[in-house]
């Protein structure tokens, strides 16, 4: 029985080598549907986020934040290690009350051979 183990061991090891994988070489897409670019959003209101990453193999962890611009405060709305091709995001985020205040969306992506991708989005509070 203990021979039988020892060799099926072996041999399922190379059932997944490195030599059989996929090599990847593009990082993951990621798509910021809202806010928009340099938009203007009710202060004190809800902000509406959409963001999709998508990987053309597995992703490996991503993570999507919220940056305020003159105190450098950050929000982590998500944060995720994960396996899937494709992930989206949708949430509404209460903006505070402060009028005119500047911030910045930043949504980073990697896959398991390292490929990273960074999209980052301006919007600000309405005056």
Do not use: W
């Not at 990273?116 to 509070?125: A, C, G, I, N, P």
């Amino acid at each position: 029985m203990y021979r039988i183990l020892a060799l099926a061991i072996p041999l399922l090891s190379l059932a997944c080598s490195k030599q059989d994988a996929q090599i990847d070489q593009e990082p993951p897409s990621i798509t910021i549907q809202s806010p928009l670019e340099m938009g203007t959003y009710p202060a004190g209101e809800a902000l509406p986020i959409e963001v999709t990453i998508r990987e053309n193999l597995e992703l490996h962890t991503y993570s999507i934040q919220l940056l305020h611009a003159a105190s450098q405060s950050t929000f982590t709305l998500e944060q995720q290690h994960t396996h899937v091709q494709e992930v989206r995001f949708e949430q509404d985020f209460p903006l505070p009350p402060a009028k005119g205040a500047t911030y910045e969306l930043v949504v980073q992506a990697d896959d398991h051979e390292g490929n990273l991708q960074e999209v980052r989005r301006t919007f600000r509070s309405a005056p």
